[in-house]
């Protein structure tokens, strides 16, 4: 369901979402509810995406999970939605039941599989350079039993995603077996890894973070790969320079870690201290 103009839910209980959708509201639409109990309920592999111009209209509005009809008498998970609201914002309901809501445009892994493919995304649409970049920056999460790989893109992820988060349980696989020149992230981004970093390519290379990153490699975080690497930060308007070194990343490579790069390529490590956006 795309909404352009104004979508009301009118009821005197609730409202149920009896199948798996995909809600896009884009700029100037409106969500409203009107519900009198103001609760949502939504099935598994569900998505509502608002723009940075979309709105929002409800009263404490609650958003239930469901497992099987009727859904009031089999609730899962569930969040405040809140108030009424303008802005950038993301709600899903990954297949496990867990819900995930965040105060940006966010695209999230449903099942593992391909970057490029859009089975792999809850609401079935991959990102793209351009819709990201449309909406000043994405977010990317990767959740717990989903492996999300980019032997696809050919080494260079230029998407402009502000953050990037792969969940304890979920991995990120960075390049293909036979690929050679490493992996580039082209946007300065937040990257918060609880779960696994893999490194593919089995010939050499580094994982190059452009000026402007954060690094956040937290406790519970592992990097796999079957050789050791660097780890190095980069200006993205020189094209693909060898950049500055900041790290090895080996197979024992033990967290906790966190680095940032400033806007002008200074480097700040600390064993304490975690970078956001």
């Known amino acids: 369901m795309t909404i352009e103009g104004s979508f009301t839910i009118s009821s005197s209980a609730d409202f149920t ?89 966010a695209f999230i892994a ?33 959740p717990s039993g989903c492996s999300l790989l980019t032997a696809s893109l050919n080494g260079q992820l230029n998407i402009n995603f502000a953050w990037i988060t792969i969940a304890s349980g979920g991995i990120f696989s960075l390049g293909a077996l036979d690929w050679t020149g490493g992996f580039r992230f082209m946007f300065g981004f937040i990257f918060n890894i609880y779960g696994t970093l893999s490194f593919l390519p089995t010939s050499g290379g580094s994982i190059y973070l452009p000026f402007g990153c954060g690094f956040n490699f937290y406790a519970v975080a592992s990097f796999l790969s079957s050789i050791g690497i660097d780890l190095k930060g980069f200006d993205a308007s020189l094209g693909n320079v060898e950049g500055t070194f900041i790290t090895s990343l080996s197979a024992l490579f033990s967290a906790p870690y966190y680095v940032a790069v400033s806007t002008v390529g200074a480097i700040e490590i600390s064993a304490n201290r975690m970078y956001f956006i």
């Not at 409203?32 to 009263?59: E, I």
């Not at 009424?84 to 309901?93: A, D, P, R």
């Not at 599989?113 to 970049?133: E, I, K, M, Q, R």
């Open 17 to 105: 979402f009896q199948f798996a959708i995909n809600i896009i509201i884009k700029n100037n639409g409106i969500f409203q509810d009107l519900t009198t109990n103001h609760r949502l309920f939504f099935f598994a592999g569900s998505l509502c995406t608002f723009y940075p111009q979309a709105a929002f209209v409800g009263s404490g509005t609650v958003i239930y999970q469901f497992t099987a009809l009727p859904a009031n008498a089999n609730l899962g998970a569930s969040f405040t939605l809140g108030d009424s609201f303008t802005g950038g914002y993301t709600f899903g309901i990954l297949l496990s039941g867990e819900i995930q809501h965040f105060n940006s445009i």
């Open 110 to 142: 449903r099942i593992s599989g391909s970057f490029t493919d859009d089975a792999t995304w809850l609401g079935g649409l991959a990102p793209t350079v351009d819709f990201c970049n449309s909406v000043g920056g994405c977010g990317l999460y990767i």
